[in-house]
């Protein structure tokens, strides 16, 4: 069942259309949020102004009773209060609260009085150091973080919960093998199986913790990822009310316009056989699974492998094979930066340009579309 059949689905700028703003439920009876049988708590131990290209937000680092990660929320609009971070502590003196950053208004912007009553904006990101700080080209992680925070600072209404769940929460050490096995022609996902990990080991109890800080019960998420939306809404009293897609600018040309318009699910692209490439997931609670290996008529994913520019077959299995074969290197991309020009912000440099041919972002994101169920359309290359 895909997420869209229940959730609304917005475009980022109908979103930003003040017209099909969704006004605010009154909130419902809370339960404690559970981990590991542990009711989960956060605390927001400072909130500080952060000036950036595209406006300015507050950034909060929590701390958790669940893992020793600080993870980070940045919030745009003055209206969106953390109770942990503003409830009073014993012996706090004054200057103490204030460098704390509680009850400070800094006035970031005017806020349109409409907005205050609407639902905000809310991206759950995990940690890329590659894709962020590094500008790796193979993810588009930088990209989303990016328009995130541009349509939050129009709306000046939302929040993104940015958890240090390095690679899929495999940490950076990992992913980095992981890598190296992307450049032997392995897909994302095979990557972290033939390294003993899940697809995806992200579960999001803390960020369920932090929006009930925050009192935010209802969001309008910002994701392509199903399981992010079945995660979130698990067992708590959160609830979504639209969805708004992160489909990558760079698919977005003229030439790919009209996949928007498509219902989930595939774009008709003479290159792919999809009846080949068969079911493409299932979800367990823990953790979600993925069936690629074989489809139910026994035949491979042989045609998913090629149009993705991987050599082989290349399904999980015995490490040994992987590694006594020659790594087969894409070819490299340097063409997304000017480099005669002075250097951009990071903000600047994820918003690309058009992109005329198939990159390793776009193969990362075809992996994440057509292997682990992303809810995004796939454009002609
Ligand atoms: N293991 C691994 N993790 C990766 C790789 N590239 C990006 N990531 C991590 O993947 C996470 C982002 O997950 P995605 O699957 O891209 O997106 P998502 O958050 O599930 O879904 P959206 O909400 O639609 O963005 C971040 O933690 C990245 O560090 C990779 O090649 N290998």
């Avoid at 689905?9 to 559970?34: G, W």
């Avoid at 972290?192 to 800080?213: T, V």
């Avoid at 030439?255 to 299932?282: C, F, K, R, W």
Wanted: net charge negative; proline share 5%.
């Amino acid at each position: 069942m895909s997420a869209d059949s229940e959730i609304h689905v917005l475009k980022p700028d109908s979103y930003l259309n003040n017209d099909n703003h969704t006004e605010k439920a009154s909130s419902k009876e809370k339960s404690p949020i559970i981990y590991n049988g542990k009711i989960v708590q956060v605390e927001c131990k400072v909130r500080a102004r952060i000036p950036y290209p595209g406006g300015q937000f507050y950034l909060q680092l929590y701390h958790n009773n669940i893992d020793s990660k600080e993870h980070l929320v940045y919030v745009f609009g003055e209206h969106i209060k953390s109770k942990s971070l503003n409830s009073k502590k014993q012996d706090e003196t004054e200057i103490q609260r204030k460098i704390r950053g509680a009850d400070i208004e800094h006035n970031l912007a005017p806020l349109p009085s409409k907005n205050q009553n609407v639902i905000p904006l809310v991206r759950i990101h995990s940690e890329c150091y590659t894709g962020e700080t590094v500008s790796s080209t193979r993810c588009d992680c930088g990209y989303q973080l990016a328009e995130a925070m541009r349509l939050m600072s129009i709306a000046n209404n939302g929040v993104v919960i940015y958890l240090r769940q390095e690679g899929r929460n495999i940490g950076l050490m990992e992913k980095l093998k992981a890598y190296n096995l992307q450049d032997m022609g392995h897909d994302t996902v095979n990557a972290n199986l033939l390294l003993n990990h899940p697809a995806d080991g992200r579960s999001y109890e803390i960020a369920q913790a932090i929006l009930d800080d925050l009192e935010i019960n209802e969001i309008n998420i910002l994701t392509n990822n199903p399981d992010k939306i079945e995660k979130i809404t698990l067992n708590s009293n959160i609830t979504v009310a639209n969805r708004i897609p992160m489909v990558p600018s760079w698919w977005l040309n003229k030439d790919t316009a009209d996949h928007m318009e498509t219902p989930h699910g595939l774009v008709h692209n003479p290159m792919i056989n999809y009846d080949q490439i068969g079911d493409q997931v299932s979800s367990s609670s823990s953790s979600t699974t993925f069936v690629h290996e074989h489809t139910s008529n026994g035949t491979s994913s042989k045609e998913y492998n090629e149009y993705l520019g991987y050599e082989k077959d290349n399904l999980p299995g015995d490490i040994n094979k992987t590694l006594s074969e020659p790594p087969s290197l894409f070819s490299s991309e340097h063409n997304l930066l000017d480099l005669n020009k002075p250097s951009s912000s990071s903000y600047e440099r994820h918003i690309r340009p058009t992109r005329p041919t198939m990159t390793e972002a776009d193969k990362y994101l075809l992996t994440k579309a057509l292997k682990m169920g992303h809810m995004l359309d796939i454009p002609k290359f």
